[in-house]
């Protein structure tokens, strides 16, 4: 019986959202006798004169282009999406999230997937964006209900698609020219942008898979396969003349790479000590562990007489850039030891860096246990420069730069 | 296939809920640099894109033709990124090893590189295209003679 009214329901809600009774009604509001009807046929006359000059003849303005380049392009968001999660939760750890230490350049990668997927994506949704465009002009504009919500779901998928590309790549370039806060503002429009590009899927997926069958396939001719090796290679190109800030043998192809050779001690510096306000440390300064047992303080010197450990670790930035370089400190769970904490221990690490949303930061238990989490004194067999973060520095592996913490002034043990 | 679209729309749908609920508190300029690109591409870009193919396709042989639109679709993507780095009004200052290189000139020397491309696949095609046709067959690049140029895309 309950069955039976809620189909009841559902065949009278579809009537209504029906083609037929949205004719009907807009017929019945633009009567031809009435200033809104002679308003509106003015207004289609003017339209189809406009609209006859778009005569979309190309044959790339086909649904075999289309999914191609849709499905290419339905991997790189999602390539985006999941690696921008991943980041986004090594930031901010919930309870039940874990990302292991090992492999060093797991974050690497995933953040470099992140942005190189980014920057391959904007040729193809350009070029997807122009195989639909005729749809643009189709008329008449709203056919129903559903039509209409169709469309608005598209408007949302592009505004949120090119949201996330133009940010993402303003922000590659620290460049800000917005007043929203870049990081949670790209963190939201993703899941916009994943959101609309499923319920686009689920609404064009029978076309999709008539589309991409073998056979149609075989009827891509010469000129939309010409299309298509065109959109490959140019975003080949995008990724080519961007990719060197985080692909080791394009470093000197890629004209438009975030990162030089000029940093110092050949590393770039992400945040600079004059802007972090830490202009000089001298010998009174001391590392304080707070462990189990109270408080340990240990003086440069100190450090440098325990067993150091060197380690071959990358910075990886979460802006995309990233490189390996040679580090040599205390690993942290000798320093765990000495204070006779439990190995495996999560800590807070704080600076010296008053301000700054990264003053402090929580190491997880995963990395604190890892040998080659290490408390660094030196690079490349130097003392690190104050811009790398002396007089000591966290570096782990598989981490966003942000969260390895320079200039430390204390390790607290918190659980 | 039904319950497989229902199962992706309905991911998507809650995707897009969470996503929105975060967002609707942002500042309107959230709005602006969502609606903007969007409309820049519809408005501008595409009927740009739209008028230099067909100007292509009128003022071209058929072998220079795809050499164009990778150069002209390779400049664009070029020049947008250029800007993020170049334009800088409200970026952060270069920093040592980071944002500091000499952006202008390799932007020019990248673009260069890709219109030598360009014209060196110009050439070769054209220059097979005139072999075949002097050997009595078909010009092969007949049949690409009505892609995504020949339309007049006057908006």
């Not at chain 1, 075999?64 to 939760?89: E, Y």
């Not at chain 2, 749908?13 to 609606?35: E, Q, V």
Request: some cysteine; overall charge positive.
């Amino acid at each position: 019986m309950v069955e039976r009214k809620g189909r009841t329901v559902v065949r009278r809600a579809t009537a209504v959202l029906s083609r037929d009774r949205v004719n009907a009604l807009r017929d019945r509001v633009f009567r031809p006798e009435t200033r809104l009807g002679r308003l509106k046929a003015r207004t289609d006359r003017l339209q189809d004169k406009a609209f006859g000059l778009l005569r979309f003849k190309s044959l790339v303005h086909d649904p075999k282009v289309t999914s191609r380049i849709g499905s290419w392009l339905g991997i790189a968001f999602t390539i985006c999406f999941v690696t921008g999660v991943i980041s986004h939760f090594i930031q901010h750890p919930a309870a039940w999230f874990y990302w292991p230490s090992r492999p060093v350049n797991l974050y690497r990668i995933t953040q470099g997937a992140h942005v190189i997927s980014g920057v391959a994506a904007i040729p193809l949704l350009i070029a997807k964006l122009w195989t639909v465009y005729p749809k643009l002009f189709e008329r008449p504009a709203v056919k129903s209900v559903l039509h209409a919500l169709e469309r608005i779901s598209i408007l949302v998928l592009a505004g949120a698609a090119f949201f996330e590309l133009a940010s993402g790549t303003f922000n590659a370039a620290q460049n800000y020219p917005w007043s929203f806060f870049f990081t949670t503002a790209h963190y939201a429009v993703a899941w916009i942008a994943f959101g609309s590009l499923l319920v686009h899927i689920a609404v064009k997926l029978p076309i999709i898979r008539e589309s991409l069958t073998r056979e149609k396939r075989r009827e891509i001719d010469v000129s939309r396969r010409a299309f298509l090796r065109t959109t490959w290679l140019t975003s080949g190109v995008a990724v080519l003349v961007f990719g060197g800030s985080t692909i080791p043998f394009l470093r000197n192809v890629s004209a438009l790479s975030e990162r030089s050779d000029n940093g110092s001690q050949g590393l770039p510096v992400n945040r600079t000590a004059k802007e972090a306000s830490v202009t000089t440390v001298d010998s009174s300064w001391r590392l304080e562990v707070v462990g189990p047992n109270g408080t340990t303080t240990f003086s440069r010197e100190q450090l440098q007489s325990m067993r150091q450990t060197t380690a071959e670790l990358p910075i990886a930035c979460v802006e995309g850039w990233s490189q390996t370089a040679n580090w040599s400190g205390v690993p942290v769970m000798d320093l765990l030891e000495a204070v006779g904490a439990p190995q495996g221990s999560s800590l807070r690490v704080s600076s010296l860096e008053k301000g700054g949303l990264y003053n402090s930061t929580t190491l997880p238990g995963t990395h604190t246990a890892d040998p080659l989490t290490l408390l660094a004194l030196r690079l490349e067999g130097k003392v690190l420069d104050l811009d790398h973060g002396y007089p000591c520095r966290i570096i782990a592996p598989s981490r966003p730069g942000v969260l390895q913490t320079k200039w430390v002034k204390r390790l607290e043990v918190i659980t | 296939m039904k319950p497989v679209r229902a199962i992706i729309g309905l991911l998507g749908l809650s995707a897009l809920a969470w996503g929105g609920w975060m967002a609707y508190p942002m500042t309107k300029d959230i709005y602006t640099w969502f609606l903007g690109p969007a409309i820049l591409d519809d408005a501008i870009v595409l009927p740009v894109a739209g008028l230099l193919s067909l100007a292509v396709a009128r003022l071209t042989s058929p072998a220079w033709r795809w050499p164009l639109h990778f150069g002209i679709g390779a400049t664009a993507v070029i020049v947008y990124l250029a800007v993020t780095e170049i334009w800088r009004p409200y970026g952060f200052p270069p920093k040592p090893g980071l944002h500091d290189r000499d952006y202008p000139t390799d932007t020019l020397v990248t673009l260069a590189v890709v219109w030598a491309v360009v014209v060196l696949a110009g050439l070769l095609r054209a220059r097979t295209a005139r072999r075949r046709q002097d050997q009595g067959g078909d010009p092969p690049l007949r049949v690409q003679e009505s892609p995504l140029p020949s339309e007049k895309a006057g908006a």
